[in-house]
């Protein structure tokens, strides 16, 4: 695809289900991040993929948060046994490589994830 | 150390006009910052981003004012039209970890014609 793209766009979910949100980034961006945006917020740094790997997970708010990535490519982030303050929008984000001072990096639409 | 703030939260000017926002950070290792723009229902898009050192960049309409002693940066927006109308954030990066960026919160800047 052109850009990165996020699924779903939307999802409601009851207290201490849990939920998985995908990214697909674009093709040949070797970086991935996951971001969170809640109400009135500015982005929040959740994680942070080179290849397959984590290097920096220090943005996850808890042990409930899990993420990862296969193939190089797509990722899942997972929230497991969701509580209502888990309700925000999460961004991923990809990007050529990890200096973002000299490679742009690109945001996904987002997924909206309401926790009731 | 790692926060950035932003302000206005919220900014209401007439076309024409030349909204103005700014930021200021602590952590004297960042080195890279850059201004996004977001439109609802959209994911950030970078607009413009600066290093400290220069004290401005232009582009097109939009330019950043660095202010490295001061530890601040700012955004001006140039005869203002209503589809610049959307929410603003600054952010900043160090050498330490120059793939994460720390945003500010954010200002909603609403142009009318």
């Known amino acids: 695809g052109a850009g990165v793209s996020q699924s779903p766009s939307n999802k409601v979910t009851e207290k201490g289900k849990d939920v998985e949100l995908r990214c697909d980034p674009i093709?040949?961006?070797?970086?991935l991040y996951w971001y969170r945006q809640s109400l009135g917020q500015g982005l929040e740094f959740l994680i942070y993929?080179?290849?397959?790997?984590?290097?920096?997970k220090s943005g996850l708010p808890s042990d409930r948060f899990s993420a990862e990535r296969t193939g190089g490519s797509v990722s899942t982030l997972t929230i497991q046994r969701t509580q209502q303050e888990d309700s925000a929008v999460y961004l991923c984000?990809?990007?050529?490589?990890?200096?973002?001072?000299?490679?742009?990096?690109?945001f996904g639409q987002g997924t909206r994830l309401t926790v009731v | 150390q790692q926060q950035v703030k932003q302000s206005p939260q919220s900014l209401i000017v007439q076309k024409g006009g030349i909204p103005i926002i700014n930021c200021a950070y602590e952590?004297?290792?960042?080195?890279?910052f850059p201004w996004y723009q977001q439109f609802p229902g959209k994911g950030p898009a970078l607009l413009i981003a600066?290093?400290?050192?220069?004290s401005e960049k232009k582009e097109g309409r939009f330019t950043i004012s660095f202010n490295k002693s001061a530890k601040q940066f700012s955004l001006h927006i140039m005869d203002s039209q209503p589809g610049d109308s959307a929410t603003y954030f600054c952010?900043?990066?160090?050498?330490?970890?120059?793939?994460?960026?720390?945003f500010g919160s954010g200002t909603r800047l609403l142009v009318r014609p």
């Open positions: 984000a990809s990007s050529r490589s990890r200096d973002r001072r000299n490679t742009e990096a690109f």
């Open positions: 600066i290093r400290p050192d220069v």
């Open positions: 952590n004297t290792a960042f080195d890279y």
């Open positions: 952010a900043a990066s160090g050498m330490d970890s120059s793939y994460k960026l720390i």
């Open positions: 093709s040949g961006h070797t970086a």
């Open positions: 993929f080179q290849g397959n790997s984590a290097p920096d």
